[in-house]
């Protein structure tokens, strides 16, 4: 029904920046809730971030509080998560998900996933 392709994952030292891109097909996203989640291998995915369907609401973990900035563009289908000042506790597989209604904090509730973005930090 939607289908989730990520972009912009990549090699950075530490300080620098990178832009997460995730565009959908299929179906808008405007009545969506869209989440940012990572994870490193052999560990849980983490979430990272979520905005609101009206990107009223958004919120941040606290690992990345200040530093990163998710934002839509319902025209345009599209979900960015800005980051900036990364360091190498950012390297991590980098996920968006959309859902009606996912679970605050978790991965319940989304109901589609897009392939993963790998995101490299270098000291």
């Known amino acids: 029904q939607v289908q989730l392709v990520e972009s912009g994952g990549g090699l950075v030292q530490a300080g620098g920046s990178l832009r997460l891109s995730c565009a959908a097909s299929g179906r808008t996203l405007s009545s969506y809730t869209m989440g940012w989640f990572r994870q490193v291998s052999g560990k849980e995915r983490e979430f990272v971030a979520r905005?609101?369907?009206?990107?009223?609401?958004?919120s941040y973990a606290d690992a990345v509080k200040g530093r990163f900035t998710i934002s839509r563009d319902n025209a345009k289908n599209t979900v960015y998560l800005q980051m900036n000042s990364l360091t190498p506790d950012d390297t991590a597989e980098y996920y968006c998900?959309?859902?009606?209604?996912?679970?605050?904090?978790?991965?319940?509730?989304?109901?589609?996933w897009g392939q993963g973005t790998q995101v490299t930090v270098s000291s």
């Open positions: 905005i609101s369907w009206s990107a009223l609401i958004r």
């Open positions: 998900a959309a859902g009606i209604s996912p679970a605050w904090g978790t991965q319940r509730g989304y109901d589609y």
